[in-house]
């Protein structure tokens, strides 16, 4: 048994992972790691205490004539150098989350849609259209006229129109065309209906530039503007792609958490946000050849596991297992059972690389726009995909061949149902010959259904692993609200065992009548963060239904990240938020209290005829803020009442 080897600057204080963790496999990990002498990203958070100027967005470094700091505690009672206020300064600093966030979510799109591209062309062979009815669908929705058309002239329409969604600098993106009219004329009254996101990205960058935009109104409404280019641009064009080349999601019986590691498999692990190198290696892990090699050098084969959102998409669309979330990253490594983990873009700790060290696992990079100091880079080519793939596979052989690391996995994995595009939901609640959103809306109107809630986004170490998202969700459903979850909150929930349809009896009497009646979880797992996205489709389908309101601000729903840490959260927050979601994040919030940017996100934006932002750290605070909002939603659509079960006609839903 080989020692494992200090990572450098360790500096374990004895801390217990129990404070910080409520995931088991990632507690009985760090625990290894402290014994191990290796370090992670809970330890460093732990001795680092998070600076209370930025924390509060009170400091500015855009030019050199600062950095300036103003005082969160009196923040009107200075400026910066060049005259900037606590409005503009924090505005511009929640702009340029926005921006960045933004940009990694539609660059993601645009590679999906490079690939569709060369697909279309004939130049990538390794994929292929494997959704056409998802084709059909897509176009149809942004105006292409399909009829007699071949798959390959619908799709190089496509192509042509979807790359407006980045490159158009006047006009409306494409899928503004799926935006309930109402709330698609808010947006116009507003000026912030999204032209192409590159337009957007570069605008909201140049304003916040020193000395341009200084109206924290004028920055917000170019906020929303690029985050909308966001969610019903870049992230809708990333999961719609993603779909047609790769599969629609539909329920699929999987098992998450670090017991889907295999002590006799060469263990590969892939880690990042792009569908395209994880379906390219699950053509090299069932390729005979790999196989054979995995076997000839004593494995029993090779075993291929997600982590953090394009796990959750392989999960969804392909029931791959998975390891983990965010905060468990780098406690898989400490298993000694990864053999390799392959990354590509987002959310990748450098801190992964000191950890694969000591535990002499491979870590691979294989995007160009993410190299790491320590991990060896194996480009991924699309036009030659396996290339790649293969390598990463056979290196990940030579690794079990010659393992020295010991292993400990975590007897622990969680079964599930994971899967529900909104496609499916659609027909999950309607049927095959009649696929409606109905169903959703009477149960809604009837009160069987309070409301529907999206629980998305990252864990952070700043806060109990998981603890947050679970205690939410629980308090949720029993309130009889529906669940739909995406990226790291998802697989925390799917470690809590609550995407099960036996997890119905945590629910209240209505929600679990209704779940018992159609055979589905009260939580509802719809992929990774770009397929958020599928939450917009799902609530203008609610809209399009009828009985609900015209407009998305309608709607009895609302939104939370309650352990957020990335700027591509603050980039869907904003884009709920002007699509018309009240949206509650945890942790921390990046503004100054007490200052007019933070009610114009907390209130303002609401009296606009957009949603708004909520705050709060406690999950029964934060359930509380959500159900006060649905409720106050049924009220104002007269429906509150219905929780005594009126059945509803067609007459009245006409009527509503
Ligand atoms: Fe200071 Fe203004 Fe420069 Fe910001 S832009 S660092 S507030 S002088
Ligand atoms: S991976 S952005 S930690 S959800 Fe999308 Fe998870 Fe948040 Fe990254």
Redesign the pocket.
């Known amino acids: 048994m080989a020692k494992e080897k200090k990572a450098e600057g360790s500096q374990s204080k004895g801390l217990s992972p129990k404070e910080y963790t409520t995931c088991k496999a990632t507690t009985q990990m760090l625990e290894k790691a402290q014994k191990d002498g290796v370090e992670t990203a809970f330890d460093r958070a732990a001795n680092m205490k998070a600076c209370p100027i930025g924390a509060d967005s009170a400091c500015?470094?855009?030019?050199?004539?600062?950095?300036?700091r103003l005082n969160a505690k009196d923040p009107y009672g200075k400026?910066?150098?060049?005259?900037?206020d606590i409005d503009?300064?924090q505005s511009?600093n929640f702009a340029r989350m926005v921006a960045a966030g933004a940009a990694a979510h539609t660059d993601h799109g645009m590679s999906m849609l490079d690939v569709f591209r060369e697909v279309v062309n004939g130049e990538i062979k390794d994929y292929s259209i494997k959704d056409p009815v998802k084709l059909l669908d897509v176009a149809q929705s942004v105006g292409i006229e399909t009829e007699e058309k071949s798959t390959q002239d619908i799709a190089k329409e496509l192509y042509q129109e979807l790359e407006r969604t980045y490159t158009q600098v006047e006009g409306e993106i494409p899928f503004a065309s799926r935006v309930p009219e109402k709330t698609l004329e808010t947006w116009r009254k507003q000026g912030i209906v999204p032209r192409g996101a590159m337009r957007e990205i570069m605008d909201l960058m140049h304003r916040t530039h020193?000395?341009v935009d200084q109206q924290y109104e004028n920055i917000t409404k170019q906020i929303s503007r690029t985050a909308l280019s966001d969610g019903w641009g870049g992230s809708m064009v990333a999961t719609e792609i993603s779909d047609i080349l790769f599969g629609t999601p539909s329920p699929v019986q999987a098992d998450v958490n670090m017991g889907s590691l295999k002590e006799d498999m060469v263990n590969i692990i892939v880690h990042g946000h792009e569908p395209n190198l994880f379906e390219s290696m699950l053509v090299s892990v069932n390729d005979p050849a790999m196989v054979q090699a995995a076997q000839d050098a004593g494995a029993k084969g090779i075993n291929l596991v997600g982590m953090c959102c394009s796990g959750a998409e392989m999960l969804c669309r392909h029931g791959v297992p998975h390891a983990g979330n965010f905060m468990s990253t780098e406690s898989i490594l400490v298993t000694g059972a990864v053999d390799a983990m392959a990354v590509d873009v987002q959310c990748i700790k450098q801190g992964l690389a000191a950890v694969a060290k000591c535990y002499d696992s491979y870590l691979f990079t294989t995007n160009p726009r993410c190299h790491i100091e320590g991990a060896e880079h194996i480009q991924f080519e699309e036009r030659t995909p396996k290339e790649c793939t293969d390598d990463i596979v056979i290196k990940a052989i030579s690794r079990y061949k010659n393992r020295t690391a010991r292993v400990e996995i975590p007897n622990i994995t969680n079964s599930g149902i994971h899967g529900f595009s909104h496609e499916y939901i659609k027909y999950m609640l309607g049927g095959s010959f009649r696929s409606s959103y109905w169903p959703l809306n009477d149960n809604i109107i009837n009160g069987r259904i309070r409301g529907v809630a999206g629980v998305v986004g990252c864990t952070n170490p700043r806060v109990k692993q998981d603890w947050v998202h679970v205690e939410l969700v629980k308090e949720l459903i029993k309130n009889d609200i529906l669940v739909l979850q995406t990226g790291c909150s998802q697989i925390a929930l799917a470690k809590a065992g609550l995407l099960t349809p036996e997890a119905a009896y945590l629910a209240g009497d209505g929600l679990r009548e209704v779940c018992e009646a159609v055979g589905c979880p009260p939580v509802l797992g719809l992929g990774s963060c770009v397929d958020n996205s599928r939450i917009l489709i799902a609530a203008s389908e609610m809209v399009r239904e009828g009985g609900l309101g015209d407009s998305l601000a309608e709607l009895p729903v609302a939104g939370a990240a309650p352990e957020w840490m990335s700027e591509k959260a603050i980039s869907i927050g904003q884009y709920f938020v002007a699509s018309g979601v009240f949206t509650a994040f945890g942790v921390t919030f990046p503004v100054t209290d007490n200052t007019k940017f933070r009610d114009l996100l907390f209130d303002g934006l609401e009296q606009q005829g957009m949603g708004k932002w909520g705050f709060a750290v406690d999950p029964q605070d934060m359930a509380q803020m959500m159900i006060g909002h649905i409720d106050k939603k049924r009220q104002e659509l007269g429906i509150d009442k219905a929780r005594e079960r009126v059945l509803v006609d067609m007459a009245d839903r006409r009527a509503a």
Do not use: D, Q
């Open positions: 500015c470094k855009h030019c050199s004539m600062g950095p300036c400026v910066g150098v060049c005259g900037a503009t300064i511009r020193m000395g």
